[in-house]
């Protein structure tokens, strides 16, 4: 069973920096490709960033390329976001997700909330 669980979030101002955690059971977190996700109100939830099980690869979406890193730590079953220059319209819950079983995130976090004012 693989459980997430996201930490971090806050109020921050525009230009601020924020560094969020996840932190997941299980004991095969080492093979999964790991998210982050996010979900402004009225919005659908859209990608942020992944990263292969291996670290060695990640992606961003345009909206957060330059400015969000994503990384791990397989040692310590661990999944960051460190965001730099954040907007306002960086405001949204964040969500860590799983890939375990398919080719699609199957397992969510319960999310933490980012607020960035302007």
């Known amino acids: 069973q693989v459980q997430l669980v996201e930490s971090g979030g806050g109020l921050v101002q525009t230009g601020g920096s924020l560094r969020l955690s996840c932190a997941a059971s299980g004991r095969t977190f080492n093979s999964y490709n790991m998210a982050w996700f996010r979900q402004s109100p009225g919005k659908e939830r859209e990608f942020v960033a992944e990263?292969?099980?291996?670290?060695?690869?990640?992606y961003y979406a345009d909206s957060v390329k330059g400015r969000f890193t994503i990384s791990r730590d397989n040692t310590k079953n661990m999944v960051y976001l460190q965001m730099h220059s954040l907007k306002p319209e960086d405001t949204a819950v964040y969500y860590c997700a799983a890939k375990v079983t398919g080719p699609k995130y199957d397992r969510w976090g319960q999310g933490t909330q980012v607020t960035v004012s302007s």
């Open positions: 990263i292969r099980w291996s670290g060695t690869s990640t």
